[in-house]
DNA sequence: GTCGAAATCCAAAGCGGTTTGAAAGCCGTC
DNA sequence: GACGGCTTTCAAACCGCTTTGGATTTCGAC
């Protein structure tokens, strides 16, 4: 069933049907009825690529992932595109996923461009050394951030978390319950999140006069054995930390594992804070949570970015666009006076 | 760039440039090195939106997610697209995921075919109960099943894992180091693999005249409380089991959380066996890895799948194609001889 | 009754490829 | 030198939709 069949047996062209049922105005009413009433009899629907060669526009969001930066981001990644899905499908878009191997990202892009695959794409894991913004400038191809390129917030779409002040405020909290040495597990150095998340714990410990100890501070993908090996070797060493502040819930669950394993308990003994993507898979979020935590629902991120994104390729403004999400700081178990 | 302005550069018509590049027998090899010399320095590629219009093929791959599934198999569903994703873009395919409402499934499919959306489609996470098959095979859409379709295992394209003989093998070792008491914490009882790993467990303790105890088996979606919560009642109730087997490392990890704040000893006190989907980011490899465990790469299982459904859409094969992987049984420090 | 604007509708030209059916070129043969 | 059989090339149709520019109809106003 396509247009042209539809179209005879209405005895329309197929430009009238066309226009009834793509909502133009310069068509009756009456006739739009009829025409949306034997569509749906017929059970018609546009092909989809014939629609595509003759707009122009693919009507699909484009995601590329280097092979690497999927792993890292795996389960978060995951979930960001869950709520990105969602939009796209409400608004008639196609999510195309391209996992590609390091390096490859440039041709991926162009093929993109070249070949009309996507009409703009979604640029994840932002380092602090960013460069895949000027590239996908140059091709002209729209794009939205999740996260932001240092140096270029003014110049880009995105959306981030405000993850410098989530991390200074948990900082805080650990600070006010007494705790002074607060170790801070961190990701991989060369993310833009992780270097905000760092500038909020260490402006939280210069406010309060407590002295960085480099000992305390590590960086790693966020792993489990990450969180229990440093918390066993951290808690074992002349001057153990008091507190975890925890980049990821995957790694707080290696620290509290380590917590256990050193026979202390976590909470009293020793505090953990963690920051929490409201994955589906790790709740946290009974009577009173597991850990406490900053939290901020990536999925809800995505939602927003797929909106933001369709809005750029729709009304194309002439500023960019943004959005700062703040996290909630939510007590948990995980917490107490410093000893 | 396109194929016209190419022809007109080269004084040849589209025919024999498209021939050339589509690696047709009946044009000459030089004419062939000429246009393919052409068309790289002028960084033609050809526009997949009318290429698919006229093959009638849309050269992707579709994956529908209904949004419950999602959110229980969310990692390991993301270790799978990812290997998959690979073979996609190898091959010249690309890879469309779609997230729907529950219940939109059988529109989301429709809406494939009619728009000629994907070529062959995906089909995650197969119920004990599963109707999907009988809408894909009525719609005339090819697709591959990761995992199996009870009493459609001989008319349906598969790949597996060995989940009975996998969780067989698990049982298996446990009793062999004296464990009688074996609690089995286990995914959602509608899913297929589930019903698999059931039947596993209870093959390997009726062998050995072990009697099923219903207070030690569960089933919920596998998240980090369920495991916890569960071993934390098991443990404290009259009969504490000596071991546990379970169906995901996250609730692998919830359980050794409970051990640890039981006061006992994983791997010592207390036997723990879970299956490892060989997930990046929860890596479960040192040395000597932390869980004994059963493992399979869904990734690995993700890159043969795509192969076996490319094969599909372009051989075309009579007979129906499977696969059934087995898991390896690895010894890590969570096993022990029962007290 | 005529005129012009507004409301409808239509034929045909793209969009950028693939593929069919036919023509042209080339060769050796009789 | 005409002919048959290959090889190589081409013009044109086609895929199914959107959209331009124009034609036709409607209808109130004069």
Aim: aromatic share 6%.
């Amino acid at each position: 069933m396509n247009l042209k069949e539809l179209a005879e047996r209405l005895k329309l062209s197929q430009t009238t049907v066309s226009r009834a049922l793509n909502g133009y105005p310069e068509v009756s009413a009456k006739t739009r009825r009829r025409v949306e009433e034997m569509a749906r009899a017929l059970g018609y629907a546009p092909n989809q690529q014939a629609r595509r060669l003759a707009t122009g526009r693919s009507m699909s969001i484009g995601h590329v992932l280097p092979r690497s930066l999927h792993e890292m981001l795996n389960p978060v990644f995951m979930e960001f595109i869950a709520g990105a899905g969602e939009t796209y499908a409400q608004r008639g878009y196609d999510m195309v996923i391209a996992i590609v191997d390091d390096g490859q990202e440039e041709s991926a892009y162009q093929e993109i461009v070249a070949r009309k695959k996507a009409d703009g794409v979604m640029l994840h894991g932002p380092r602090v050394a960013e460069t895949r913004h000027t590239l996908l400038k140059s091709l002209d191809l729209p794009f939205l951030v999740h996260g932001r390129i240092p140096g270029a917030e003014d110049a880009t779409d995105w959306i981030d978390m405000n993850n410098r002040r989530a991390f200074e405020r948990a900082a805080h909290l650990l600070l006010d319950l007494g705790h002074r040495r607060i170790a801070f597990l961190n990701g991989l150095e060369d993310m833009d999140f992780v270097a905000r998340r760092k500038a909020g714990y260490m402006t939280a410990l210069n406010d309060r006069g407590v002295e960085l100890d480099p000992a305390l501070m590590r960086n790693s993908a966020m792993t489990e054995p990450f969180g229990a090996l440093s918390a066993r070797e951290m808690l074992t060493a002349a001057r153990p930390p008091t507190a975890f502040l925890v980049s990821s819930m995957i790694t707080a669950i290696g620290v509290s594992r380590a917590i256990s394993e050193c026979g202390l308990r976590i909470g009293q003994d020793v505090s953990v804070i963690t920051h929490d993507d409201a994955l589906s898979f790790l709740p946290n979020s009974g009577e009173v949570p597991i850990f406490t935590c900053t939290r901020s629902s990536v999925r809800t991120a995505g939602i927003r970015a797929a909106e933001m994104l369709i809005k750029r390729l729709i009304d194309q403004p002439v500023e960019p666009i943004s959005e700062l999400l703040e996290a909630d700081l939510i007590l948990g178990q995980s917490t107490g006076p410093a000893g």
